[in-house]
C-alpha cells in the first residue's frame, strides 16, 4: 500500500491534508471571498505537461495530483526550475482532492492523461472514470468546464467515451487540444486515442 494511504487512513486526516494546502498554496494568493478556477491534472506523472502548460497560461492556478511521491517530486523540480509560480502539485488521491477542496474553488479545466487502465474485468471498479466519478466532477465545476482525457488503452478509451456519452452530467465536444507537448508518459505509450467533453 502506498505510504500516504497507509498513514493517512482516516478521512479527516486527508481531508486536513488537502484544505491545509489550499489554505498555503492558493488562498494566500487571492481573495478567499473569490471564486477561484484551477486547471486540474490528475495523474500528473513527472509534471513535464503540466510545467509546459502553466508557462503558456500565466493566468491560471494550474494544480497536479498524483499519488507517487517519487513524481511529486520530480514535477516539483521542474517547476522550481521553471519559476512557475502558478503551478502547483500534492501528493493526493484524486476523489479525496477533489471532495475537500474549499467551496469558492472551482475545476475549470480536468486533464487525465494515461490513468491506469485496470485491465483485468474484475478490475473495471478500480477504473478513475466512473458514473459516479462524473457526477463528483459536475458538482465542482463551472457551466463551461472541459474533460481532457487520454489513453493508450483501447478498452479503456471506449469505457471512456460510452461513460461521457451516457452521462447526463457530460457531453462529448472535439475542442481543440490545449497543448501538444511531450511527457514522460507520452514518450512511452506513443500509440494513443483522445478525447474532450464539456459539462452539460
Request: charged share 30%; hydrophobic share 35%.
Amino acid at each position: 500500500m502506498d505510504f500516504l494511504l497507509k498513514t493517512l487512513s482516516d478521512k479527516k486526516e486527508r481531508e486536513g491534508r488537502v484544505d491545509t494546502f489550499f489554505k498555503n498554496e492558493i488562498s494566500v494568493r487571492v481573495d478567499s471571498s473569490d471564486q477561484i478556477n484551477i486547471d486540474l491534472e490528475i495523474g500528473c506523472g513527472h509534471g513535464h505537461w503540466l510545467n509546459a502548460y502553466s508557462q503558456n497560461n500565466r493566468g491560471s492556478f494550474c494544480i497536479g495530483i498524483d499519488l507517487i511521491s517519487k513524481r511529486i517530486r520530480k514535477a516539483q523540480t521542474k517547476k522550481d526550475r521553471y519559476q512557475n509560480n502558478n503551478l502547483f502539485f500534492l501528493k493526493a488521491d484524486a476523489i479525496d482532492f477533489i471532495s475537500y477542496k474549499p467551496n469558492n474553488i472551482l475545476f475549470n479545466n480536468i486533464f487525465i492523461f494515461f490513468p491506469d487502465p485496470w485491465p483485468k474485468r474484475k478490475h473495471h471498479r478500480r477504473r478513475l472514470i466512473q458514473f459516479s466519478f462524473l457526477n463528483l466532477l459536475k458538482l465542482h465545476t463551472n457551466r463551461n468546464s472541459k474533460i481532457f482525457f487520454r489513453t493508450d488503452h483501447q478498452d479503456y478509451f471506449n469505457w471512456t467515451k460510452s461513460h461521457i456519452e451516457l452521462s447526463k452530467d457530460w457531453k462529448l465536444n472535439e475542442f481543440e487540444w490545449p497543448l501538444e507537448h511531450g511527457s514522460y508518459f507520452q514518450e512511452l505509450l506513443p500509440d494513443y486515442s483522445s478525447l474532450s467533453a464539456i459539462r452539460a
